[in-house]
């Protein structure tokens, strides 16, 4: 990934420069942020003072300011790259600038007053301090006292994303964190159907015999018996009732 070189303007500095007045104080705090959001972005990040000298190659040194107040305006801010006359890699640092600019005041909403360049920003101290294979760029973020700006520039997540989405513009690194589709979830398992318990059907009683059984004695009707076996026999009623019933009926 990408490595970035983060610049808070006049950081480290307690005379000479010091910048506008609570400049100092918003460069630091708003660097600081950007770059924790660039590096959860997978960017590497160095956060360096004013007078910091590289001495290694970065894919884009970047310095972050804040102007100081212009009486009578709305605020404002601009963004700046080197004069080609001290940058060896001109090309690129103009192509990261204008990626910034098209995000951050699109998202900061400070007002975007490109005129402001001049030779302060052109011909930058800390452009002499970096490799001449890295691109540079520097922004005015706002307007640090301004009534305007001050309040827009406190709010410190919103200042560093508009940067960061600058950054990832150029250097073709989704902003927005792209959410995976909510996996289709599976159908729950159908519980068991329980059927109904079958209602107890009672057992009929055993009908009674239509035929009366003849006694038994010494003087014994066959024919009546005979009928009265068959009744029993082809009769409803269970098996073992008819046998019972059959061993009742004949003699012995």
């Known amino acids: 990934m990408p490595s970035i070189c983060l610049q808070a303007g006049h950081a480290g500095r307690t005379t000479g420069a010091t910048g506008a007045p609570e400049e100092r104080e918003n460069n630091i705090r708003i660097r600081n942020r950007l770059a924790e959001i660039l590096t959860s972005k997978g960017f590497k990040t160095t956060s360096v003072p004013a007078d910091y000298d590289a001495t290694q190659d970065f894919d884009l040194a970047l310095s972050m300011h804040c102007d100081a107040n212009y009486a009578g305006d709305e605020g404002g801010g601009f963004v700046d790259f080197p004069s080609p006359s001290i940058d060896f890699a001109n090309a690129e640092s103009k192509r990261i600038k204008e990626a910034i600019e098209s995000e951050y005041f699109n998202h900061s909403g400070i007002r975007n007053v490109p005129t402001r360049s001049n030779p302060n920003t052109k011909f930058y101290y800390w452009w002499s301090n970096l490799t001449a294979k890295t691109p540079c760029v520097i922004i005015e973020m706002g307007e640090s006292i301004d009534p305007h700006d001050k309040v827009l520039l406190a709010d410190t997540d919103r200042i560093a994303n508009a940067i960061a989405r600058g950054i990832c513009k ?49 003087d014994i009707n066959y024919l009546a018996l005979l009928n009265s076996a068959k009744s029993i026999l082809y009769g409803k009623g269970w098996p073992w009732t008819k046998v019972k019933k059959l061993k009742e009926l004949l003699p012995n």
């Open 170 to 218: 150029a250097f073709n690194v989704p902003f927005e964190a792209s959410v995976p589709p909510s996996p289709t979830p599976e159908p729950s398992p159908e519980p068991p159907v329980s059927l109904p318990k079958p209602p107890e059907v009672p057992i009929p009683p055993e009908p009674p015999i239509s035929t009366p059984i003849p006694p038994i004695g010494p």
